[in-house]
């Protein structure tokens, strides 16, 4: 006589696994929106990063157009947030402040990124003297305040790169030479992420050191897999979930220390338009203006808690056993 199976089992039997369905990503997702901080900061991101595509396109008024007869306006239905001291649309500067901010924070974050995983991948995976040299070169430019350090690259290779401009037009005078409008760019990119990468490296070597002790990376070396493929294809791709949260706050974390450095006047400098600098702009007139200082400030603060609202979703949703034990 056959054995009956039970229903329940036949049920199982016939179905797919739940497990096999899951969707790790769709999971995730599904747990940050569940989190309305969380889906507040990301809504609050995305309209930063539309801002910063389209907003200059869109502007009521070109960001440099003064007038000087309608200066220090409060808001009206004509410039909805005043204008400054020159006569100049605060709403068109402050979406034009919105591109130069969202161009340092994801474009430094993303060398910042890059950096830190190159190094941490290294030390975290070779270790010996190379992972020592690294961790001692990452405690060395720690221990140095961030935003100093930042001055002092500016304000040190602002001058010689500019003057070697100078005479390199004098003697080809080529107009590309003249226009040094990105220089400032440029040296907010690289004094930013000198100062951001170590974060990431260290962060990236403790994921590292955790992984490569694994028993599939430990089966990749028995069958001879190259030991450059284990790092790139197998360690890092496993070890980077982590810096998925801290990316976040990175881009507020750069685009706090632009604005400080525009506000003192060795950022991004006019003709571009810059938070920071429309904060410096008005800091004289802040008393009898308010809204001048409270406008950029007020933008400043809503994104980067907006980063930070995100990024501890991120980690909430990534990280669910982390959760369950708070």
Known sequence: MAA???SERLTSLSQPEEVAQRNLWKEALHRLFLNRLATLGLVVVVLFILAGLVGPYITP???LEQEIDNALAKPTARHWLGTDALGRDILSRLLHGARTAAFVGFFTTAISLFIGIVLGGIAGYVRGLADEFLMWLTDVTMSVPGLLLAMLMNTALKRPIAAWFDDMYMQTKNPFYLDT??????LVFGALAFISWPGFARLLRGQVLSVRETLYVEAARAIGVDERRILTHYIIPNAIGPIIVTVTAGVGGAITLESGLSFLGIGVQPPNASWGSM????????????????IPAATIGVIVFAFTFLGDGLNDALNPRQVIKK
């Open 4 to 6: 009956t199976v039970p």
């Open 61 to 63: 008024y070109d960001f």
């Open 181 to 186: 409008l990105w220089l400032d760019f440029v």
């Open 279 to 294: 904060l410096s702009d008005s800091f004289s007139l802040w008393i009898s203006f308010p809204h001048l200082m409270i």
